[in-house]
């Protein structure tokens, strides 16, 4: 089945720590999304890719890094730089076809840090 | 500038009745809107979007929405309630081909949606 993956489902780190999220994506897509999820609030972008090797900040970018080595694989750093990353982070991805524009979520990584 | 706009935070409906959730959006060129639904602790799922093809759109679970663009709206509908639809939804513009942030989609802030029995 294609689809996306990510991993772990919950994470806990201290504070100070440097955390890595991971998202795979089997779909053929090349654009690829992370996403901040808080309670009670929409969606933010953090960082975007549109294609292996290049990406470009979001919204929210601070505190936060990417890469794009494999067209599969998108992983998001949160740095210790990020003031609040306790959050929800979502992974998309999408295709760039005309009319095929949606955009494709993976199940979520809930990161909690103390 | 493009942006999208849900109308209500919260709405609440009885098992049964009409769904209504509001979405107005805000784009200089011709837009592709879409609805999305996400149950607790999940990603976000399509439900349906438009592409210009036709006005109103019929997606899964029973929902439809119809593009209207005198009103700049995309609102969405089910004409009888389930408690399994139950859930947070979200309207989303974009993307907006030509543009240099061309794969970018704007997501509404949400509305969450409860069934009373």
């Known amino acids: 089945d294609g689809g996306i993956t990510q991993s772990p489902k919950y994470l806990f780190r201290k504070e100070g720590q440097n955390v890595t999220l991971s998202c795979e994506q089997n779909?053929?897509?090349?654009?690829m999304y992370w996403y901040r999820q808080d309670p009670g609030q929409g969606l933010r972008l953090i960082y975007y890719?549109?294609?292996?090797?290049?990406?470009q900040k979001g919204d929210i970018a601070e505190g936060y890094s990417v890469s794009r080595e494999k067209k599969e694989s998108f992983p998001l750093t949160v740095t210790s730089a990020q003031k609040n990353p306790t959050a929800f982070y979502l992974c998309?991805?999408?295709?760039?076809?005309?009319?095929?524009?949606?955009?494709?979520f993976g199940p979520g990584t809930r990161l909690t840090v103390t | 500038a493009q942006s999208v706009t849900q109308l209500g935070s919260h709405v609440s409906v009885s098992e049964g009745a009409l769904v209504l959730l509001r979405c107005n959006y805000s784009?200089?060129?011709?837009?592709?809107l879409f609805w999305y639904v996400q149950y607790p602790n999940q990603g976000l799922q399509l439900l349906l979007k438009?592409?210009?093809?036709?006005?109103l759109v019929k997606g899964i679970n029973g929902f439809e929405a119809e593009f209207k663009k005198s009103e700049t709206s995309f609102h969405l509908t089910k004409p009888s309630a389930h408690m399994s639809d139950a859930a947070e939804y979200f309207c989303?513009?974009?993307?907006?081909?030509?543009?240099?942030?061309?794969?970018?989609?704007?997501f509404g802030s949400g509305t969450r949606l409860s069934i009373r029995p």
């Open positions: 784009s200089s060129v011709p837009p592709y």
């Open positions: 989303a513009v974009g993307p907006f081909p030509g543009y240099s942030s061309a794969s970018k989609i704007i």
């Open positions: 998309a991805s999408s295709s760039q076809r005309e009319l095929d524009y949606e955009q494709y």
């Open positions: 890719s549109q294609i292996v090797n290049d990406f």
């Open positions: 779909l053929n897509h090349d654009a």
């Open positions: 438009y592409t210009s093809a036709a006005t």
